[in-house]
């Protein structure tokens, strides 16, 4: 059973709007959540993360909300410029043990 | 300081044979874990090592084994391979903050 959910398999956006990337989890026990980017032929990079004790993470271009009553995260990039095109993970953590989904690909439109 | 290496970067093999991965980690890092990645299944968490001690496992059969040297580097082994073996392999240093390019093997 997947714990950690991103139904969105692609997302295209057009360069300079906001990106929104969800993911749904299911189990209330996760205490951290992290958010990576993947370009092809390399490893995962991390990008920002955020504790449950929050609601809301920013860096830079980056907020990261979790909605703990809805067991629901997104991850926005504002503005969104052309090297954003990537694959983004989400995950979960809890006792060490990290959960990914299984990807969102976001396509930056000129 | 240089990134996590991973070697060989990409690999084929043939079924039933069978395989070993290696990772470095970032220089002064001790945990290492490693994961599965493929088209369907995402990023799937393989093992994870911590001072030459395996401390967490995924769901893997036990053709899957790894192991972890006082230097922190980390081998990953597969015997009888088989096609769905196909994947890229990930190392990630610290805790998942760092991850290596991978190692893409090829089950043929």
């Known amino acids: 059973d997947q714990q950690v959910k991103q139904n969105s398999p692609s997302l295209s956006v057009q360069e300079g709007r906001i990106s929104i990337l969800n993911c749904d989890y299911t189990n209330s026990m996760f205490d951290y959540f992290l958010w990576y980017k993947k370009y092809p032929a390399e490893g995962p990079t991390f990008l920002i993360s955020?504790?449950?004790?929050?609601d809301k993470n920013e860096d830079g271009r980056f907020t990261v909300f979790l909605n703990k009553s809805a067991k629901h995260l997104s991850l926005h990039i504002v503005p969104s410029q052309p090297g954003d095109s990537a694959v983004y993970f989400c995950?979960?953590?809890?006792?060490?043990?990290?959960?990914f989904g299984k990807g969102t690909r976001l396509h930056i439109l000129p | 300081k240089a990134g996590v290496t991973q070697t060989p970067r990409y690999l084929i093999k043939t079924r039933g044979q069978q395989v070993t991965l290696s990772c470095s980690p970032i220089s002064g890092h001790r945990s290492v874990s490693w994961y599965q990645q493929t088209p369907g299944q995402g990023l799937q968490f393989l093992f994870e090592?911590?001072?030459?001690?395996?401390?967490n496992k995924g769901n893997f059969p036990g053709r899957f084994s790894g192991r972890q040297f006082s230097n922190s580097r980390s081998e990953m082994n597969v015997s009888t391979l088989e096609l769905g073996d196909s994947a890229l392999y990930l190392c990630?240093?610290?805790?998942?903050?760092?991850f290596g390019p991978g190692t893409r093997l090829t089950v043929t």
């Open positions: 990630a240093s610290n805790y998942e903050q760092y």
């Open positions: 995950a979960a953590s809890e006792d060490d043990k990290i959960i």
């Open positions: 090592y911590f001072s030459e001690t395996q401390r």
């Open positions: 955020i504790s449950s004790i929050k």
